[in-house]
């Protein structure tokens, strides 16, 4: 439900916005990409909670799981910043990946303030 409410705030969210090079989305395509479906529970094998959507070649992030930059840089998305961040709820494991979210897209050349 929380997942629902998000891509319905999303799609009034994405009009005015500028676009970025995403290698394999057409200009009316949505593609939902599984980032990381991991637990609290520390598992090598699995990311945290992350889910990227791409409308076009806008990137929109639902949840910022550990990893979540690792993962971005994995899909081949932009690990310079997405056009904005949307958390489901807030417990750590869906938001430990916010802080290097925020820095490393700073240091690979993002130049507007993330939105979230």
């Known amino acids: ?9 999303l799609s009034g969210f994405l009009r ?9 989305a057409t200009s009316d395509s949505v593609i939902v990409v599984k980032l990381g479906t991991g637990t609290p529970v520390p598992n090598p094998h699995a990311a945290g909670p992350a889910t990227a959507v791409v409308v ?17 840089a994995a899909a081949k998305l932009p690990t310079n910043g997405v056009e904005a961040v949307f958390f489901t709820h807030l417990h ?5 990946g916010y802080p290097d979210l925020i820095f490393t897209s700073w240091v690979f050349g ?3 303030p993330g939105r979230l």
Do not use: C, I, K
Request: overall charge neutral.
């Open 16 to 24: 005015g916005y500028d676009s970025r090079p995403v290698g394999f």
């Open 92 to 96: 750590s494991d869906h938001t430990l």
């Open 56 to 72: 076009g070649s806008r990137v929109f992030l639902f949840d910022a799981g550990d990893n979540v930059e690792r993962q971005l």
């Open 1 to 9: 439900m929380m997942l629902l409410m998000g891509v319905l705030a």
């Open 110 to 112: 993002r130049r507007s």
